[in-house]
Nanobody, 127 residues
C-alpha cells in the first residue's frame, strides 16, 4: 500500500512554468514506477509521463514532449513534473499514479495499469 499526495498546481499564464510534486508514503517508494496523468473537464483521463523505479527510463505523451520533464528523488519519496512553456490546453487536474512494477509496463499509458492514485492538483493556464 502506498499513499500519494500531489501539490504545486495553481493558476499560471501561458508560457509560464510550474513544478508539480507527488509525495509518497507507505511501502518503499523505489519499488514503484510512477506516472502523471491529467484530466480536463469533460474529457477522459490521459497519460502525461512515466518514469521507472530508478529514473533510468522515461516516456512522455507527444503533447508534452520537449516541454515537460518527469523526475524522481527516491531519498525523498517524491516524483516531480516540471512543466515549461505551458499552454491553455494543459489546463487539467493532474494526478500522480504508482505501479507496483519497477520497470515500465508496455501499456504504461493506460490508467488501469496503476494501482495507486493521488487526489489530484489543479493546473490552470490562462491565455
Amino acid at each position: 500500500q502506498v499513499q500519494l499526495v500531489e501539490s504545486g498546481g495553481q493558476l499560471v499564464q501561458a508560457g509560464g512554468s510550474l513544478r508539480l510534486s507527488c509525495a509518497a508514503s507507505g511501502r518503499t517508494f523505489s519499488y514503484y514506477s510512477m506516472a502523471w496523468f491529467r484530466q480536463a473537464p469533460g474529457k477522459e483521463r490521459e497519460f502525461v509521463a512515466t518514469i521507472n523505479w530508478n529514473g533510468g527510463s522515461t516516456v512522455y505523451a507527444n503533447s508534452v514532449k520537449g516541454r515537460f520533464t518527469i523526475s524522481r528523488d527516491n531519498a525523498k519519496n517524491t516524483v516531480y513534473l516540471q512543466m515549461n512553456s505551458l499552454k491553455p490546453e494543459d489546463t487539467a487536474v493532474y494526478y500522480c499514479a504508482a505501479d507496483q512494477r519497477r520497470d515500465l509496463s508496455v501499456t504504461y499509458y493506460r490508467a488501469n495499469e496503476y494501482e495507486y492514485w493521488g487526489q489530484g492538483t489543479q493546473v490552470t493556464v490562462s491565455s
